[in-house]
Each structure stands twice: as C-alpha cells, then as structure tokens.
C-alpha cells in the first residue's frame, strides 16, 4: 500500500510574524486581519495563547480580554481594493515549499493550501525497504533520537492533548504536576513507537511507515533548519489518514497510523474531522443519517446509504474503512488564483460606479498577482471567471489571453461581463446589490513566449551568480549609453507600428522589474535600481551574454538616441525604500533610496563614467522631493 505524509505548518501566519520580529517567539501572538468594513478578526493564533482560550474570528478587544499579554499583529494593507495583502505568507509558504521540494526526487509533493503539502514517500520507502539491512535499521530507528517527535496513533484514549506548550502557571504545584503529567506521556509515547518498531523486524509494511516517519522527522528539522518555521505531520497509507492524524499531536509532532489500524483510529473519530466532510457533506451525513462518527457510518449498510446518497455510496463506505484513492499529485503551485471581496448588510454594492470602482481594484490586484506567478511557475491563466454574489449566486467565465495582462486591457474584458451579470435596467444603479465579488484566473498553460523565457533566464542565472559571489557592497550589472556603445553589438530587432508589438514590450519590461521585485521581497538582499526606462525600451540578450542590454527603440534603424537613457544596478539595499510606481512599470527610488556611500561604490566597480555621474546626480537631485 502506499505511504502519503502531511506536512501542515503550526499558526503558519503567527510564526511569519514572530521570526518578523524574533521577540516574539515564545510569546502569544494573534495576526489581526483587518477589514475596512470593522469586521476585523484573528486568522492566526499562537500556541502560547491558545491555553487562554484565545481562537481564530475573535476581535483583538476579545482576545486581550482572554489574554492582555497577546501580541496583536496586523495582516499589512493591500495596495489595491482596500484588501489585506497577505504576499509576505505566501513569499514564506514558497519558502517552505522550496524544502520540501528539493529532498529527494522519489517523493511526490502536492501543495494543498499555504501551508499544508502532501507526499507521496511510497516509491522512496519502498527502495529503502529492499536496500537496507534489516536489522541494523531496526537498531537505528530503536535510539531515542530517531524518532523523537513521533506518536503511534491508533485509538486506544490518548490523555488529553493539552496544546503542548505551557501557560502562565504561577502555582509551583501545578508545575510539577504538569511536568510529571508530561513525563508520562512521553513515556507512553516512547513505549509506543518501540512496540511498533520492533514489529518492524517481520513486517514491510511496518517498517515503510516507520522509515517515512524518519524520513518525515529529517524533513521537519530540515525546514525549521532553512526557514526557522516549526510544522507538524501525519503519516498513513493515504490522503485522508495522513491528515486526520496530522492534527492528532500539534505543534511541533508527527504522528503516524500503524498499518491496519485505520479503522482502529476512525472508530471514534467525528465525521467532521475527515478530510472533504468538514462542510456541508459531513453535516448532511449527520443529519440525515443522525450519526456522529465514522464508526457508527461503517455500520451502516449500503442499502441505507444509497437511499439517502445514493451517487455517494461507495465513496462513503471506502471512507468509513479508512480507503481513500485519491493520489497526491505533482503540484507546487496553485491550481486557481482567485481575489475577492465582501460587502455585507449595508456595505452591498448598488450603483454601477460603485462597482467598477471594485472591479477595478481587484482586476489591478489579480494583474498583479497574475504577473507575479507567471514569473514563478512560467505559466499563463488562460480563464478567468467573474464571480457575483446578489440574490443569488452567479458567474462567467471569460477566456484570457497575453494581449490581456494589462490591467486596463483586462479590465475592459472583464467589465462587460460584469455588466452582463446586472439584472436592474437603470444605467446608474446595480440592482439586486451585490455582496461579493470575486475573480479567479485558471485553467493555467504551461511555458511562456520564447522571448520573455530568454529575459528572464538569464536574469536568472545573473542573480544566482551573484548570490553565489556573496555581493556585499552594489554590484553593477549595466551602465553606460549602450544605445551609443554596444551599437555594434546589438542586432536590432524589426518592431513594427502595431499595437502588439508595442504591448509585448511593455509586458517584457512589467516582468522583467516583476521578477526583480520578486527576488528583493525573497531574499531582501539584491535588488535592482532602475531609473525611468521609458516604453519602447527593451531587454535583449543572448544566451552567453553577461549582462542585459536595455535598448531604446528607434523610429529610423541607425539613428539611435546618444542620451543615455537608462541605468540599472543591482544594489543592496532595504526594499521599503523604493516604491512602484502606480502609472505602470516605472520604478522610481525614493528620496533615500540610494545612500550616499552608493554612487562612489558604484563608481569604484564600474567601468562607464558616464552613467555613474548620472546614478549620482539624479540620486541626489530626487533628495528631499521624494519621486520625480
Ligand atoms: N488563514 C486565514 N483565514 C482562515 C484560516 C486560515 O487567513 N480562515 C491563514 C492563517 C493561518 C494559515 O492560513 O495561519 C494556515 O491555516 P491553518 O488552518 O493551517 O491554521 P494555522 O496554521 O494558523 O494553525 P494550526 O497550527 O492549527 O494548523
């Protein structure tokens, strides 16, 4: 049988928070999403404040009553439609995910939410399993250090898990009573993987488990090792098992299903713990079948099930005997990117201003978004479907192309879609108001225009040199008039007058910078300083080359402008101090962008003079005046 692990990471946003701002490892800490409307809520919270009772939804008023030394942090503003930007978690989930998908190329990982994977370790444990010897892995896996954060679980009454990590206890009796209860667990749980273990010695399918609980230990050091973040994991022959245990031991343990005591382990387990029967589905089950756990669902027979499910029969009764087909698909990336937003009670939308007003703030996100992915994944959404919620619910779904990833391209795709979803005949008002509005791009095709892929190839390969070269001061990677100077170098390409074309350049430029931002919010390290690149500038390169020719286009081939137009330098520096220019692509430092000590240092490593005087004199002359 297989061997499928789930990696979820603990208060996934609150740990983004505290190695943020390393005070508050150790503390209690809630991350605060807040929303113009009031209704701002906790969507993470820490495990040093869970024992006061503090729990995601609650207002920061109700949690400081529950808890006055809770750290509240705040979800950062989005730029756009008054939204919570939450890019920062998902930089730190691509963090994670980079671990996990670099250990070994045996394991199939499957991203199931921001901060939960799946692997499949089957073919992985199965080579180790006929490669080693026996006995001697036995020994390993008996030392207390191979497996010390892992639990058998298998139904029989676990005292109760009390969220592991300790309160504000001032009584010195309750202390010891605490630290005794927790030695017997341990105890417990020792006793408990060394049975298992031993049983290992006549049985392979013990012993795949026990090699992926290993495995899994490794891993979970590994990624708190390269991102400092703790997670905890399941480990069982499939999708459903590896997750329902996962939330059996949290934070910071692993817990695993000893092979046959699937049932064992559901027997007691509530229909609403199971994996894809959180929602609707398990409620309707225990409604209607007026059971609570998947012991009492395994009793039922399938003549009962069919009349009451009758399409979901056999799915529910595999369920209830803890089978679950589903594989673990290779995927590191989302399958939709989708925004939205609500407008409860009053907040409804009812004029037609109102709402292209949204739709224009959430195109703008989604395009940014968009942008951003296609850069990662090297990917293009080819749908994107309009979502409305009235008094109803509706949607559209809109095809997409390259053309379109101009914001005001797609927003002028994307409105008359809308305009189609209104019901009321008035020109100014939206009739029945709308209380949501979403917008979610998929279908994704693979690859990008051979273009594009060259450009930021190699703006790849160039910044991982220089990372490797451990740049400490500013690197320049491109000066000078190369209009003037790399002339005869260039081979310029024939652009025509259509608007295509022109579009496809900007979009290159859009990505090029894109790319850079992306790489800056990563690793806060290397950034690119460019000054105004103005539209009908373009990158070229060839494979070999080492750095990235910006050339203007002219109207008459040979007549190339000698002004230099264009500067770009990698620069090390803090990212809150540039800023992207909301007219396009044009980034522009701020006043204190460039510190003084950088035009000489760019000066030093630098070959054209020329460019180096005008890094310095525009640097200074944006003093004090914030953008040009
Ligand atoms: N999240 C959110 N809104 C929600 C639920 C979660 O924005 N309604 C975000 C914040 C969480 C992250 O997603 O930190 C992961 O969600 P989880 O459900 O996995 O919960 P946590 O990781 O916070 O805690 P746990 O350790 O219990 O898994």
Partial sequence: SRVVVLVDMDCFYAQVEQRDKPDLWGKPVGVLQYSANGQSGLIAVSYEARPFGVKRGMTAKQCKELCPDIEICLVPQGEFADK??????????????????????????????????????????????????????IQRLLHPDSLP??????????????????????????????????????????????????????????????????FTERLREKVKEKTQFYCSAGVGNNKMMAKLVCAAHKPRKQSFVPPGGEMDVLRGTSIS??????????????????????????????????????????????????????????????????????????????????????????????????????VKNRRMAQNIVVHLTT????????????????????????????????KGSGEDMWHPPIFNISLS??????????????????????????????????????????????????????????????DDEEVTMFLLLIFFFNRIRRHNKLMLYVEVIPKG????????????????????????????FHRAALLQINESQFELDDEGWQIFPMSSAIPSSVPSEVDEASRGTE??????????????GGRR
């Fill in 84 to 137: 919570a930007d939450i890019q920062k978690y998902r930089d730190a989930s691509a963090e994670v995910f980079a671990v996990l998908g670099s250990v070994d190329p045996r394991i199939i990982l499957e991203r199931a939410s921001v901060d939960e994977a799946f692997l499949d370790c089957t073919v992985y444990v199965e080579s180790r399993v006929n490669g080693e010897d026996r006995e001697e892995t």
């Fill in 149 to 214: 954060t892992s639990f058998v679980v298998d139904g029989e009454e676990e005292e109760k898990n009390e969220d592991g990590v300790e309160g504000n206890v001032e009584d010195v009796n309750e202390k010891t009573r605490e630290k005794m209860k927790n030695e017997r667990k341990e105890l417990r749980r020792r006793t408990k993987v060394e049975e298992f273990i031993q049983k290992c010695r006549c049985d392979d399918e013990c012993l795949k488990i026990a090699l992926a609980a290993e």
């Fill in 273 to 374: 713990s199971i994996r894809g029967l959180g929602g609707k589905q398990g409620n309707a089950l225990m409604e209607r079948l007026r059971i609570n756990t998947m012991g009492e669902l395994s009793s039922l027979s399938s003549s009962v099930l069919s009349s009451l499910f009758p399409s979901q029969v056999d799915w529910l009764m595999k369920l209830a005997r803890g089978d679950d087909d589903e594989p673990v698909k290779a995927r590191t990336t989302q399958i939709s990117i989708a925004v939205g937003k609500n407008f409860p009670g009053k907040m409804a939308i009812s004029t037609t201003k109102e709402a292209r007003h949204w739709l224009d703030g959430l195109t703008k996100e989604l395009g940014k978004r968009l942008a951003d992915d296609k």
């Fill in 391 to 422: 008094d109803v619910s509706t949607s559209r779904t809109v095809r997409v192309g390259a053309a379109d990833e101009k914001e005001e391209r797609l927003l002028e795709k994307l409105w008359p879609v809308m305009l189609s979803l209104r």
């Fill in 441 to 502: 791009a998929g279908r994704f095709l693979e690859g990008l225009p051979s273009k594009e892929k060259s450009i930021m190839g190699w703006m790849e390969r160039r910044t991982k040199q220089l990372e490797e070269m451990e740049v400490s001061g500013p690197v320049e990677i491109l000066s000078g008039d190369v209009a003037t100077d790399e002339k005869e170098r260039l081979e310029r390409e024939e652009i025509g007058e259509g608007q295509e074309e022109k």
């Fill in 537 to 564: 500038v373009e990158g070229m390169m060839e494979e070999d080359d080492d750095c990235l020719i910006l050339e203007e286009e002219d109207e008459e081939p040979g007549t190339s402008t000698s002004r230099p």
């Fill in 611 to 624: 460019s180096r005087c005008s890094i310095d004199e525009k640097s200074r002359g944006s003093e004090g």
